[in-house]
């Protein structure tokens, strides 16, 4: 458990938590030692020794007065602990997922990282407050109590101990199972979120396309195989937990028979008897406590483990120094092969150059792998065979801050923060003065849509741009990258959903950068991708054609064919 913990928290955190399991361990004796005091506070009272009844009275009095400090400044230290180490699992979680390749972001995975995020971590910063403290109390009362039985008659104490180890046996066989067991309930778990996130984001499409959007049936078939696996948990857990309990109840029994038998055959004395059941009472009350945590251990160990594996998915490998990048802007593909999964190969080969400053215009058909060359561009995954460099230098070998400094997209998925029209502008550079984001907001038209809104640049856009349409998104998107002023300019069908007149605005940002920003846009506009200075042509996964608009149109190849259908499109709609 400690190695598990050592990859989720700094080392000064697993000091703290140290010193801290030793401040435990002091508080817990003290507690039990203050237990202890009962045998001689018990037996100068049935023994009507009343001058050491007093003696003892005070010691008790300042056992327990030291013990509630001891255990005010655990609790206090544990609550603090407890808040650190949620705030660091979360943080750290967040961090290394974003160092992970976008391929492990499947759908599948959200429910995961919502509940190691919220429950796992929540549940390791509570053991540490809540359950270590009562855990090793439970530990030290048991033994403490066993040792006192022994100085009061010897097979007491032996009938005491035997019993702990077997009820603690037999415990830590129970747990195992139960923690088994938990795992199908746990995938059920997983499923239900996934499928509730699933849920909520798909609304329109499921109101689209499901008559009764309330009984969607993926999310309805999660929730019956997340009670059936629950109820499945609680009827095997049950009998394991009862057997728990009778087995302490069975020890205490134990102890009491031998007790009386002790006494009935004159080996024990009344006084003594009276301050064995005192012990006994309190033996078996916390061998059933630690019976019980020690099955909660087990699960918050499993939900520790499960945030390790997260934090110990491998990271894609990242440089440490920034590098200098004289001239940067140009990009090239050097015998590129990618596929998302092993085996299955979706760019083939993929050679070309993007010179510094340049228009370059990405085309061909659906599914032909034009998107996924820009995610390649952002180093959202690594060539399985190949190089892409930036400026000369290979993208692996650039620190993520660095190549980020050097990129910005318009993707095909404009996603917004939830906020205003303005905040999701300076997004892409909070440092930048009014007149330089305005000056960004107006080349990509976001000006005119803020004059029609009541709210003026404080319209908030909802949750993922939700409140604006499809072309306001690409626009405020647009303006967000234009912004970042960055070197590289990544398009990705951004005037796909522009009108007419915004198609007209968009091309204008391409020309007043053309020159000083290397631009690469996905598009099926012909207007757009004639003024392009280059043009790369893909189908299948392989470059087919590249060159300026004019040299592919001459291959009589795919250009040619979008071309020649554009240009139908328009006729079409001009005579329809
Ligand atoms: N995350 C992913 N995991 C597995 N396969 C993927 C993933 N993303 C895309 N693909 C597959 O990779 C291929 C290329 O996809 P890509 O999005 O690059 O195509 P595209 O040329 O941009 O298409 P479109 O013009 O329709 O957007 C497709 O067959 C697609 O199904």
Not at 182 to 200: G, K, M, Q, Y
Not at 473 to 482: E, S
């Amino acid at each position: 458990m400690l190695n598990s913990l050592r990859s989720l928290l700094m080392p000064d955190q697993i000091r703290l938590i140290r010193s801290y399991l030793i401040l435990l361990a002091v508080s817990g004796l003290s507690e039990a030692g203050t237990t202890l005091l009962l045998i001689p506070v018990t037996q100068s009272l049935m023994t009507h020794a009343y001058g050491r009844l007093e003696s003892w009275m005070i010691v008790l009095t300042i056992a327990v007065v030291m013990t509630c400090l001891l255990r005010y400044w655990q609790t206090m230290r544990g609550l603090g602990l407890s808040v650190t180490v949620l705030r660091t699992v979360q943080s750290r979680l967040g961090q290394h997922m974003v160092r992970l390749p976008l391929g492990w972001f499947t759908r599948e995975v959200s429910g995961q990282v919502s509940r190691c995020a919220t429950y796992g971590a929540m549940g390791l910063a509570s053991a540490l407050s809540h359950l270590l403290p009562a855990l090793l109390s439970d530990i030290a009362v048991p033994l403490l109590t066993s040792g006192a039985m022994m100085l009061l008659d010897w097979r007491l104490g032996i009938v005491a101990l035997g019993g702990a180890i077997g009820v603690l046996a037999a415990n830590s066989r129970i747990s195992k199972s139960i923690i088994r067991g938990e795992a199908p309930s746990h995938e059920a778990t997983v499923t239900l979120n996934n499928r509730v996130i699933e849920f909520a984001r798909c609304q329109a499409t499921l109101r689209a396309f499901c008559h009764e959007s309330a009984a969607y049936k993926p999310l309805t078939q999660a929730l019956e195989a997340k009670n059936k696996a629950g109820q499945s948990l609680l009827a095997t857990t049950f009998p394991k937990v009862l057997i728990s309990g009778l087995s302490v109840q069975l020890v205490f029994a134990l102890l009491v028979g031998v007790g009386l038998y002790l006494t009935l055959s004159g080996g024990l004395g009344v006084p003594r008897l009276m301050a064995f059941l005192v012990l006994a009472t309190r033996f078996s009350g916390g061998l059933a406590m630690l019976g019980a945590r020690m099955g909660v251990l087990g699960m918050i160990r499993r939900e520790i483990e499960r945030i390790a594996a997260i934090m110990n998915e491998p990271t894609l490998p990242e440089a440490s120094h920034r590098k200098n990048l004289t001239a940067p802007g140009a990009i090239s593909f050097r015998s590129v092969d990618f596929g998302f999964h092993y085996g299955d190969a979706i760019l083939h080969d993929v050679t070309f150059d993007v010179p510094q400053g340049s228009v370059t215009g990405l085309i061909g058909p659906s599914g032909a792998g034009k998107s996924t060359l820009l995610k390649l561009m952002m180093r959202f995954y690594d060539p399985a065979k190949g190089q892409i460099l930036i400026n000369g230098v290979d993208l692996r070998e650039l620190p993520a801050d660095q190549l980020m400094d050097q990129i910005a997209l318009v993707s095909q998925d404009v996603f917004l923060f939830a906020g205003s029209i303005e905040e999701n502008i300076r997004i892409g550079n909070p440092d930048a003065s009014e007149e330089t984001w305005r000056h960004a907001a107006r080349l990509a038209r976001v000006d005119a849509l803020v004059a029609q809104r009541r709210h003026g640049w404080a319209t908030q856009v909802g949750e993922g741009g939700c409140q604006l349409s499809g072309g306001e998104r690409q626009r405020v998107a647009l303006a967000r990258a234009l912004l970042k002023d960055a070197p590289i300019l990544l398009l990705d069908e951004a005037s796909s959903a522009l009108d007419a007149l915004n198609v007209a605005a968009f091309q204008d940002v391409v020309r007043q950068l053309r020159g000083k920003t290397t631009i690469v846009m996905i598009t099926h506009q012909l207007e757009t991708v004639m003024h392009a200075d280059y043009l790369l042509t893909i189908e299948a996964g392989r470059i087919v054609e590249r060159g300026t608009p004019a040299d592919c149109l001459t291959s009589r190849g795919y250009f040619d064919r979008f071309c020649h259908e554009r240009r139908q499109a328009l006729g079409w709609r001009l005579t329809g």
